[in-house]
C-alpha cells in the first residue's frame, strides 16, 4: 500500500529497530526513527515538551505519544511507533515499577497504551518491542494511515 513506518525507542534501545530489519524487504516500508534513551535526547530529536518530562515523566502517556509525533515527523512516515518505559532492575519510583511501559501510534488509528510487563530487564524490553510491533501490525492492517 505504500504506507511507511518510523519509530521512537526508549527502553527498546533500538530492538524495534532490530527486528524489523531482520526480514527481507524492510526497506520499503521501514524508514528510521530515533533512539532517544535520555530526556535531552527526546527534547532535541523528537521535540518531546520540557513540560511534559518535568510534570509526567518520561514514562507517560503524553511523553510517549509526542514521541510518535515527532517521530512521525522525522521519519517522514505515514505511521510511527513510540515506546518509553522502565525496564528495570533500577529506575522505578513508588509510582511507576519496573516494568512499566507506554506505547503510542501516530497515523491514521493513533493512540496509546499501558503495559505492565514481569521479569528481568531482557524479557520487559523484549516484551515492550513485541507488543508494539503486534500493535502496529493491527493498526496498519486497518488502514488510513494519512488521516
Same mark, same amino acid.
Given at each position: ?38 530526556? =535531552? ?9 520540557? @513540560?511534559?518530562?518535568?510534570? !509526567? ?14 517521530? &512521525? ?8 511507533? #513510540? ?14 515499577? #519496573? ?6 501510534? #501516530?497515523?491514521? @488509528?493513533?493512540? =496509546? $497504551?499501558? !503495559? ?8 520487559? &524490553? ?11 501490525? $493491527?493498526?496498519?492492517? &486497518? ?5
Amino acid at each position: 500500500r505504500g504506507e511507511t513506518v518510523g519509530r521512537a525507542e526508549s527502553c527498546t534501545g533500538g530492538l524495534i529497530g532490530s527486528l524489523v530489519t531482520r526480514v527481507p524487504g524492510a526497506s520499503e516500508v521501514f524508514w528510521g526513527g530515533a533512539v532517544s534513551y535520555c530526556d =535531552t535526547a527526546k527534547q532535541r530529536l523528537l521535540g518531546v515538551s520540557a @513540560h511534559n518530562l518535568q510534570i !509526567h515523566g518520561a514514562v507517560s502517556e503524553q511523553v510517549a505519544r509526542e514521541m510518535a509525533v515527532g517521530a &512521525r515527523a522525522l521519519a517522514g512516515t505515514v505511521w510511527a511507533l #513510540a515506546v518509553t518505559g522502565i525496564a528495570g532492575p533500577g529506575g522505578a519510583t513508588p509510582e511507576k515499577a #519496573a516494568g512499566s511501559v507506554w506505547l503510542a501510534v #501516530a497515523g491514521g @488509528h493513533a493512540g =496509546t $497504551r499501558f !503495559h505492565q510487563f514481569d521479569g528481568d530487564r531482557e524479557a520487559v &524490553r523484549m516484551s515492550a518491542a513485541r507488543e508494539a510491533l503486534e500493535w502496529l501490525l $493491527r493498526l496498519t492492517a &486497518r488502514g488510513k494511515g494519512n488521516q
